[in-house]
């Protein structure tokens, strides 16, 4: 009888640390890294809030290609500047085709889409050839451009706490101006919002 009890508890545990496995493979694929330590409330408060109507951060970052991009080049044009997690993970996928998809008609009104992850240059490289993306991607490996627009902080997944880059979009003006942010982001509708949006512009 305890040796059947015995093999019980360890298929038990067994199942257990498959179930874990698996949790972990699943955060894994969708770009989240659980090695970051959970922020304090010091760091939370350190997250800046930009405001519709604030003059967008500057920056000048490498890209895709072996290129630097300066947000101040497009000055005189509108530029949709998006924050995603990841490249090659399922939501970042499918908002990176839906911009791709859009892109002649966001060019047709004067704007330029510039997407923003901690991804480097190289793995951009890949992601552009893989899905045919026809705009810049700019790798923030030190995440200054992402703490600047306030995107980098605190997220949770399944129950886990842990910094990343959130998912937002900002539309900024020929003057260099934030019009419109969307700091929760629906993929399956976004590029026809942005559309929308720049109408209004």
Known sequence: MLLCELGLYQVLRHKLRLRKRAARRKVFRRGI????ARPDAAARMKEMKLKEGAVAPGFTAPANGGCEVSLSQFRGQAVVLYFYPKDNTPGCNREACGFRDAHDEITARGAVVLGVSADSAARHDKFIDKFGLPFALVADGDKSICEAYGVWGEKSFMGRTFLGIKRR?????????????????????HAAEVLAALDEL
Do not use: S
């Open 169 to 189: 979009t900002f539309l900024i003006d020929a003057n260099g101006v934030i019009r419109k942010i969307w700091p929760k982001v629906k993929v399956a509708t």
């Open 33 to 36: 890294d659980l090695g970051q």
